[in-house]
């Protein structure tokens, strides 16, 4: 009888505590934008997180999404939320480098082997310090989504080795440390916002682009392309990203609320996309594409070719940052050693670190 008398009270507690953040919670609308369509992962998971912002706010608080990239780029959205006409953002995490160099440092290849180390990562002190670098360019990291494990396709050949690569025009996410590793494999790197993708894939003004599966299946991509290569060479984690405008304007129980949305959404966004993720190669077949699969040794020969470019843009970067994540992998992998995978376990951050390698 006690116990039941307990739990009754503590149910009471907390749908008062829920009732009263509600009536605190301030009335307004956000907007987000993504550059994924509906049905991605992406947006669904803010979709999630527009769900629990209402839920949570007791409905005063609303979030409408904008999908498909129709408020603009990744970069000009950024420099829509600085200016405070737009609320959020979830994009790669890469592209904040146009912001903030150190944030190239997502975009080094073959740095993760697998997604608990990222999650370890993002999730960690080494997540958090990196949005914190944010704020003084008038934004503020929320949390993070996961695109996934990039990989190649292309209407020209199958890809079975390296070698293969080399000479295909390539769009690749407009940054410089992704110009230099497709220039490292001999292709032709065209950087362009990822909304123009699909067109130009169809025109043939470029020959491939790299992604991961779920970006590939969602968008069709494989109605342009005919081939995709499983090279797992970048993992993207996706920043969700507020206006610090748009911050500094929410009062402190809004801020719990769209905090604690952000969280809980990641967690769900990264179940669905790993989910998907896993089905979808026989899904890509299905649609007429002939997938090949890169073995040990052409990882590794992937992965050799591209330590000259961490090591270059380690600096940018800055040594420090560099340092913090190899210990942060160093960290995680010893509490949970990494199973094998298709990837090469390579330490590329440790040879952007050292002076011979520069």
Do not use: C
Request: proline share 5%; glycine share 6%.
């Amino acid at each position: 009888m006690k116990r039941f008398v307990l739990k009754a009270a503590l149910a009471l507690i907390a749908v008062s505590a829920f009732a009263i953040t509600s009536a605190q919670a301030q009335e307004r609308t956000l907007k987000l934008s993504t550059q994924n369509p509906k049905g991605h992962p992406i947006t669904e998971g803010a979709y999630k997180f527009a769900d629990l912002v209402a839920a949570k706010s007791g409905g005063k608080l609303k979030v409408n999404v904008f999908a498909g990239g129709t408020l603009g780029s990744d970069m000009a959205v950024a420099s829509a939320m600085q200016g405070g006409t737009v609320d959020m953002n979830i994009g790669n995490s890469g592209i904040l480098a146009a912001q903030v160099p150190a944030f190239a440092v997502f975009d080094f290849p073959f740095m993760f082997t697998n997604t608990k180390e990222a999650d370890a990562v993002v999730d960690g002190p080494f997540g958090k310090m990196m949005h914190k670098k944010l704020e003084e360019k008038g934004l503020v990291g929320l949390a993070y989504f996961e695109l996934g494990f990039r990989n190649m396709t292309n209407s020209k050949r199958p890809l079975y080795k390296v070698e293969d690569i080399a000479g295909l025009k390539m769009r690749v996410i407009p940054s410089p440390i992704n110009l230099a590793w497709v220039k490292a494999l001999d292709a032709n790197p065209v950087p362009m916002a990822f909304g123009e993708v699909y067109g130009a894939l169809e025109s043939k003004a470029i020959d491939g682009q790299e992604n991961p599966l779920t970006v590939i299946a969602a968008n069709k991509l494989y109605e342009v392309q005919k081939y995709l290569a499983m090279t797992n060479h970048v993992y993207n984690p996706q920043s969700v990203v507020m206006s610090k405008k748009t911050w500094d304007s929410l009062d402190a129980t809004n801020k719990k609320i769209v905090t604690d949305a952000a969280n809980e959404a990641a967690k769900f966004q990264r179940e669905l996309t790993r989910k998907q993720a896993a089905e979808l190669v026989d899904t890509l077949k299905k649609g007429g594409m002939t997938v090949t699969e890169f073995g040990p040794a052409e990882l590794a020969k992937f992965s050799d070719k591209m330590r000259p470019v961490i090591a270059q843009f380690g600096v940018s970067v800055g040594q420090d940052v560099v340092s913090q994540l190899q210990a942060e992998l160093t960290k995680a992998r010893a509490a949970a050693p990494a199973k094998a995978t298709a990837k090469p376990a390579t330490k590329p951050a440790a040879k952007a670190a050292a002076p011979a390698a520069k």
